[in-house]
């Protein structure tokens, strides 16, 4: 006979088939938002902010408010939303080439106002809608799209460790960065992502969460070697941990 495998489904989430490469990381970051959003009960006081990039679309996936921001401008428009409706959950959800390269005047100026808001930020190190190109967090010697000799940093400059530079800012209250490459990752991300919505919901400020993704496509591996890749180079460059949490108990 064969076998009905049932999934549970958080009511934040709409049942539908996501439209991500087979194996991304975007879909269990999708979920584990939900899941955070219906253990907080706050699914009716959420609004999420879809730029350009991989997950132009993911207001399709969520089952609350949403709306389109321009390329990289999450942060400016979710800066709109908290100051007229403080008492929603505002949560950016943001790629590498979106948030670091075109979004990130909006990006560091709202945390270092301290906007009271969350952005969760995924870093797969390459631009993955666009086709591959290098991305503000490609890896030194990483090939891409545009740097098929490898990244050089004599002339495409370092990767940039977006947690480490938003936590620097005086107004951030949490920075950390985990990853979805295995089970414990997964767990370490759930746990962060519910962390920063209830400092937000508590009025402590400006939360930001760094998510190392796998983009197999644009990598050219499989799903299993890009989350292999993740744990064994990615982390190098872009070490996991709190870089900053100021109501740690």
């Not at 983009?215 to 872009?238: G, H, P, Q």
Request: with cysteine; hydrophobic share 35%; aromatic share 8%.
């Amino acid at each position: 006979m064969e076998q009905t495998i049932i999934y549970d489904r958080p009511s934040s989430m709409v049942d539908l088939r996501l439209n991500y490469c087979p194996g991304c990381g975007h879909g269990t970051v999708h979920r584990l938002i939900c899941e955070a959003i219906d253990e907080l009960d706050v699914r009716e006081r959420t609004i999420v902010i879809a730029p350009v990039g991989c997950a132009v679309n993911a207001y399709d996936y969520f089952n609350f408010d949403a709306c389109e921001a321009a390329h990289g401008r999450a942060a400016a428009v979710a800066t709109g939303i908290k100051r007229v409706h403080p008492d929603k959950l505002v949560v950016c959800y943001q790629g590498d080439g979106d948030l670091a390269s075109i979004g990130m005047g909006e990006t560091i100026h709202a945390a270092n106002r301290g906007e009271n808001i969350t952005v969760i930020f995924i870093n797969n190190a390459n631009y993955g809608m666009t086709g591959g190109q290098m991305a503000p967090t490609s890896l030194v010697g990483q090939i891409t799209t545009t740097t098929p000799g490898g990244r050089n940093p004599s002339t495409d400059g370092f990767p940039i460790r977006m947690a480490e530079l938003i936590g620097s800012f005086p107004a951030v209250k949490y920075s950390i960065r985990t990853t979805v490459a295995d089970v414990r990752g997964v767990r370490e991300t759930k746990k962060a992502i519910r962390r920063a919505f209830e400092l937000q919901l508590d009025g402590k400020g400006y939360s930001f969460v760094e998510v190392l993704a796998n983009c197999n496509t644009n990598w050219k591996m499989t799903a299993v070697e890009s989350n292999k890749y993740i744990t064994s180079e990615l982390v190098n460059s872009f070490p996991l941990g709190v870089i900053k949490d100021e109501y740690k108990e």
